[in-house]
């Protein structure tokens, strides 16, 4: 059975009660429950990773090289910032999906930027949880080239 990598950055384990006003009371567990959950329908397992810290995020982006067929990443802050996130999903030449729960375009300018948007085959903005759900389902689309 194929495999997508789920990766969530900085501060997204505090979701549930990070700001809820912009990010909502979900938490990181609703999110890889919903993602494990979408993904089993599709017929996809999901290794699923969070860190505050830019290197083991590039190390769990790079380990899927070995044995997955798609990420789904909400990068966090790093999105506005990381050429090193950017290269790393790069360099695995797989499938990528980017996740914000918040609409980052109504927000502080320096958020408008992403350095995944560009190279990913699917953009969820502003879906809260079910924007999560809404990327494995185009990702398994992607997987099945329809
Ligand atoms: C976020 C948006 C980012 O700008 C922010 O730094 C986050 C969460 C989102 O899911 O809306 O940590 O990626």
Redesign the pocket.
Request: hydrophobic share 30%.
């Given at each position: 059975m194929s495999r997508l990598l789920l990766v969530n950055?900085?501060?997204?384990n505090l979701l549930g009660t990070r700001e809820p006003d912009?990010?909502g009371t979900t938490t990181l567990a609703d999110v890889e429950q919903l993602v494990t959950e979408t993904a089993a329908a599709e017929g996809l397992q999901v290794r699923a990773v969070q860190s505050n810290h830019e290197g083991e995020l590039i190390d769990a982006i790079q380990g899927a090289r070995e044995d997955c067929a798609a990420i789904v990443i909400?990068?966090?802050?790093y999105?506005?910032t990381s050429v090193a996130i950017r290269d790393a999903l790069l360099a695995t030449e797989l499938p990528i999906a980017e996740?914000?729960?918040?609409?980052?375009h109504r927000?502080e300018p320096f958020?408008h930027h992403s350095y995944v948007s560009d190279i990913a085959e699917v953009v969820v903005?502003?879906a809260g949880l079910h924007g999560y759900g809404y990327a494995v389902q185009q990702l398994a689309r992607v997987l099945r080239g329809a």
């Open positions: 950055g900085p501060n997204l912009v990010y909400n990068p966090g802050a999105t506005h996740v914000h729960l918040s609409n980052i927000r958020r903005i502003g």
